[in-house]
T-cell receptor, first 114, second 114 residues
Framework: DGGITQSPKYLFRKEGQNVTLSCEQNLNHDAMYWYRQDPGQGLRLIYYSQIVNDFQKGDIAEGYSVSREKKESFPLTVTSAQKNPTAFYLC?????????????FGPGTRLTVT | AQSVTQLGSHVSVSEGALVLLRCNYSSSVPPYLFWYVQYPNQGLQLLLKYTSAATLVKGINGFEAEFKKSETSFHLTKPSAHMSDAAEYFCAVSDYSSASKIIFGSGTRLSIRP
């Protein structure tokens, strides 16, 4: 089955710790994305990547970092610089950025920082 | 620049009633339009998309949407609501530019009354 996997489903961390969220896809898609979702708000784009070894900041990149060393993997690190990291994080992929290409989403990781 | 507005953050209908979720877009070029559904604590799933073929687009789970250029709208409908339709629905827009990302609306939460 092709799709996107995110792990873990739930993640708990203490304030001041960096944490890395995993995202893997086996759809052979070039583009990958990270979104943050807060209650009552839509999706906010954190970072996206059009090809391996290249990525661009989205609307709320401060306090986050990413890497794209392999086509199928796009991990997100939430650093201690992120002021309010508790949220639901969604990873997605698409054939290309933009155009008629829909995004496919993973099941999400709910991060709680205390 | 594209944008999308979803009218009504919360819509409640009775089981068996018509579902109508409203979406208006803004785009300087012909758009591609999408509707996604999100069940609690899950990722988003594509319901349907418009890519400039037929203006009436049929999707999964009995949903359909009609592209109306004159009204810059892409409203989502379903003739008869089921309890299983209770979820969050997102409208999204992109355009032909490869550098253009999908822009998501803020979402509409659909509740179904027994």
């Amino acid at each position: 089955d092709g799709g996107i996997t995110q792990s873990p489903k739930y993640l708990f961390r203490k304030e001041g710790q960096n944490v890395t969220l995993s995202c893997e896809q086996n759809l052979n898609h070039d583009a990958m994305y990270w979104y943050r979702q807060d209650p009552g708000q839509g999706l906010r784009l954190i970072y996206y990547s059009q090809i391996v070894n290249d990525f661009q900041k989205g609307d709320i990149a401060e306090g986050y970092s990413v890497s794209r060393e392999k086509k199928e993997s796009f991990p997100l690190t939430v650093t201690s610089a992120q002021k309010n990291p508790t949220a639901f994080y969604l990873c997605a992929s698409s054939i290309e950025v933009g155009g008629p290409y829909e995004q496919y989403f993973g099941p999400g990781t709910r991060l709680t920082v205390t | 620049a594209q944008s999308v507005t979803q009218l009504g953050s919360h819509v409640s209908v009775s089981e068996g009633a018509l579902v109508l979720l409203r979406c208006n877009y803004s785009s300087s070029v012909p758009p591609y339009l999408f509707w996604y559904v999100q069940y609690p604590n899950q990722g988003l799933q594509l319901l349907l998309k418009y890519t400039s073929a037929a203006t009436l687009v049929k999707g999964i789970n009995g949903f359909e949407a009609e592209f109306k250029k004159s009204e810059t709208s892409f409203h989502l409908t379903k003739p008869s609501a089921h309890m299983s339709d209770a979820a969050e629905y997102f409208c999204a827009v992109s355009d032909y530019s490869s550098a253009s990302k999908i822009i998501f609306g803020s979402g509409t939460r659909l509740s179904i009354r027994p």
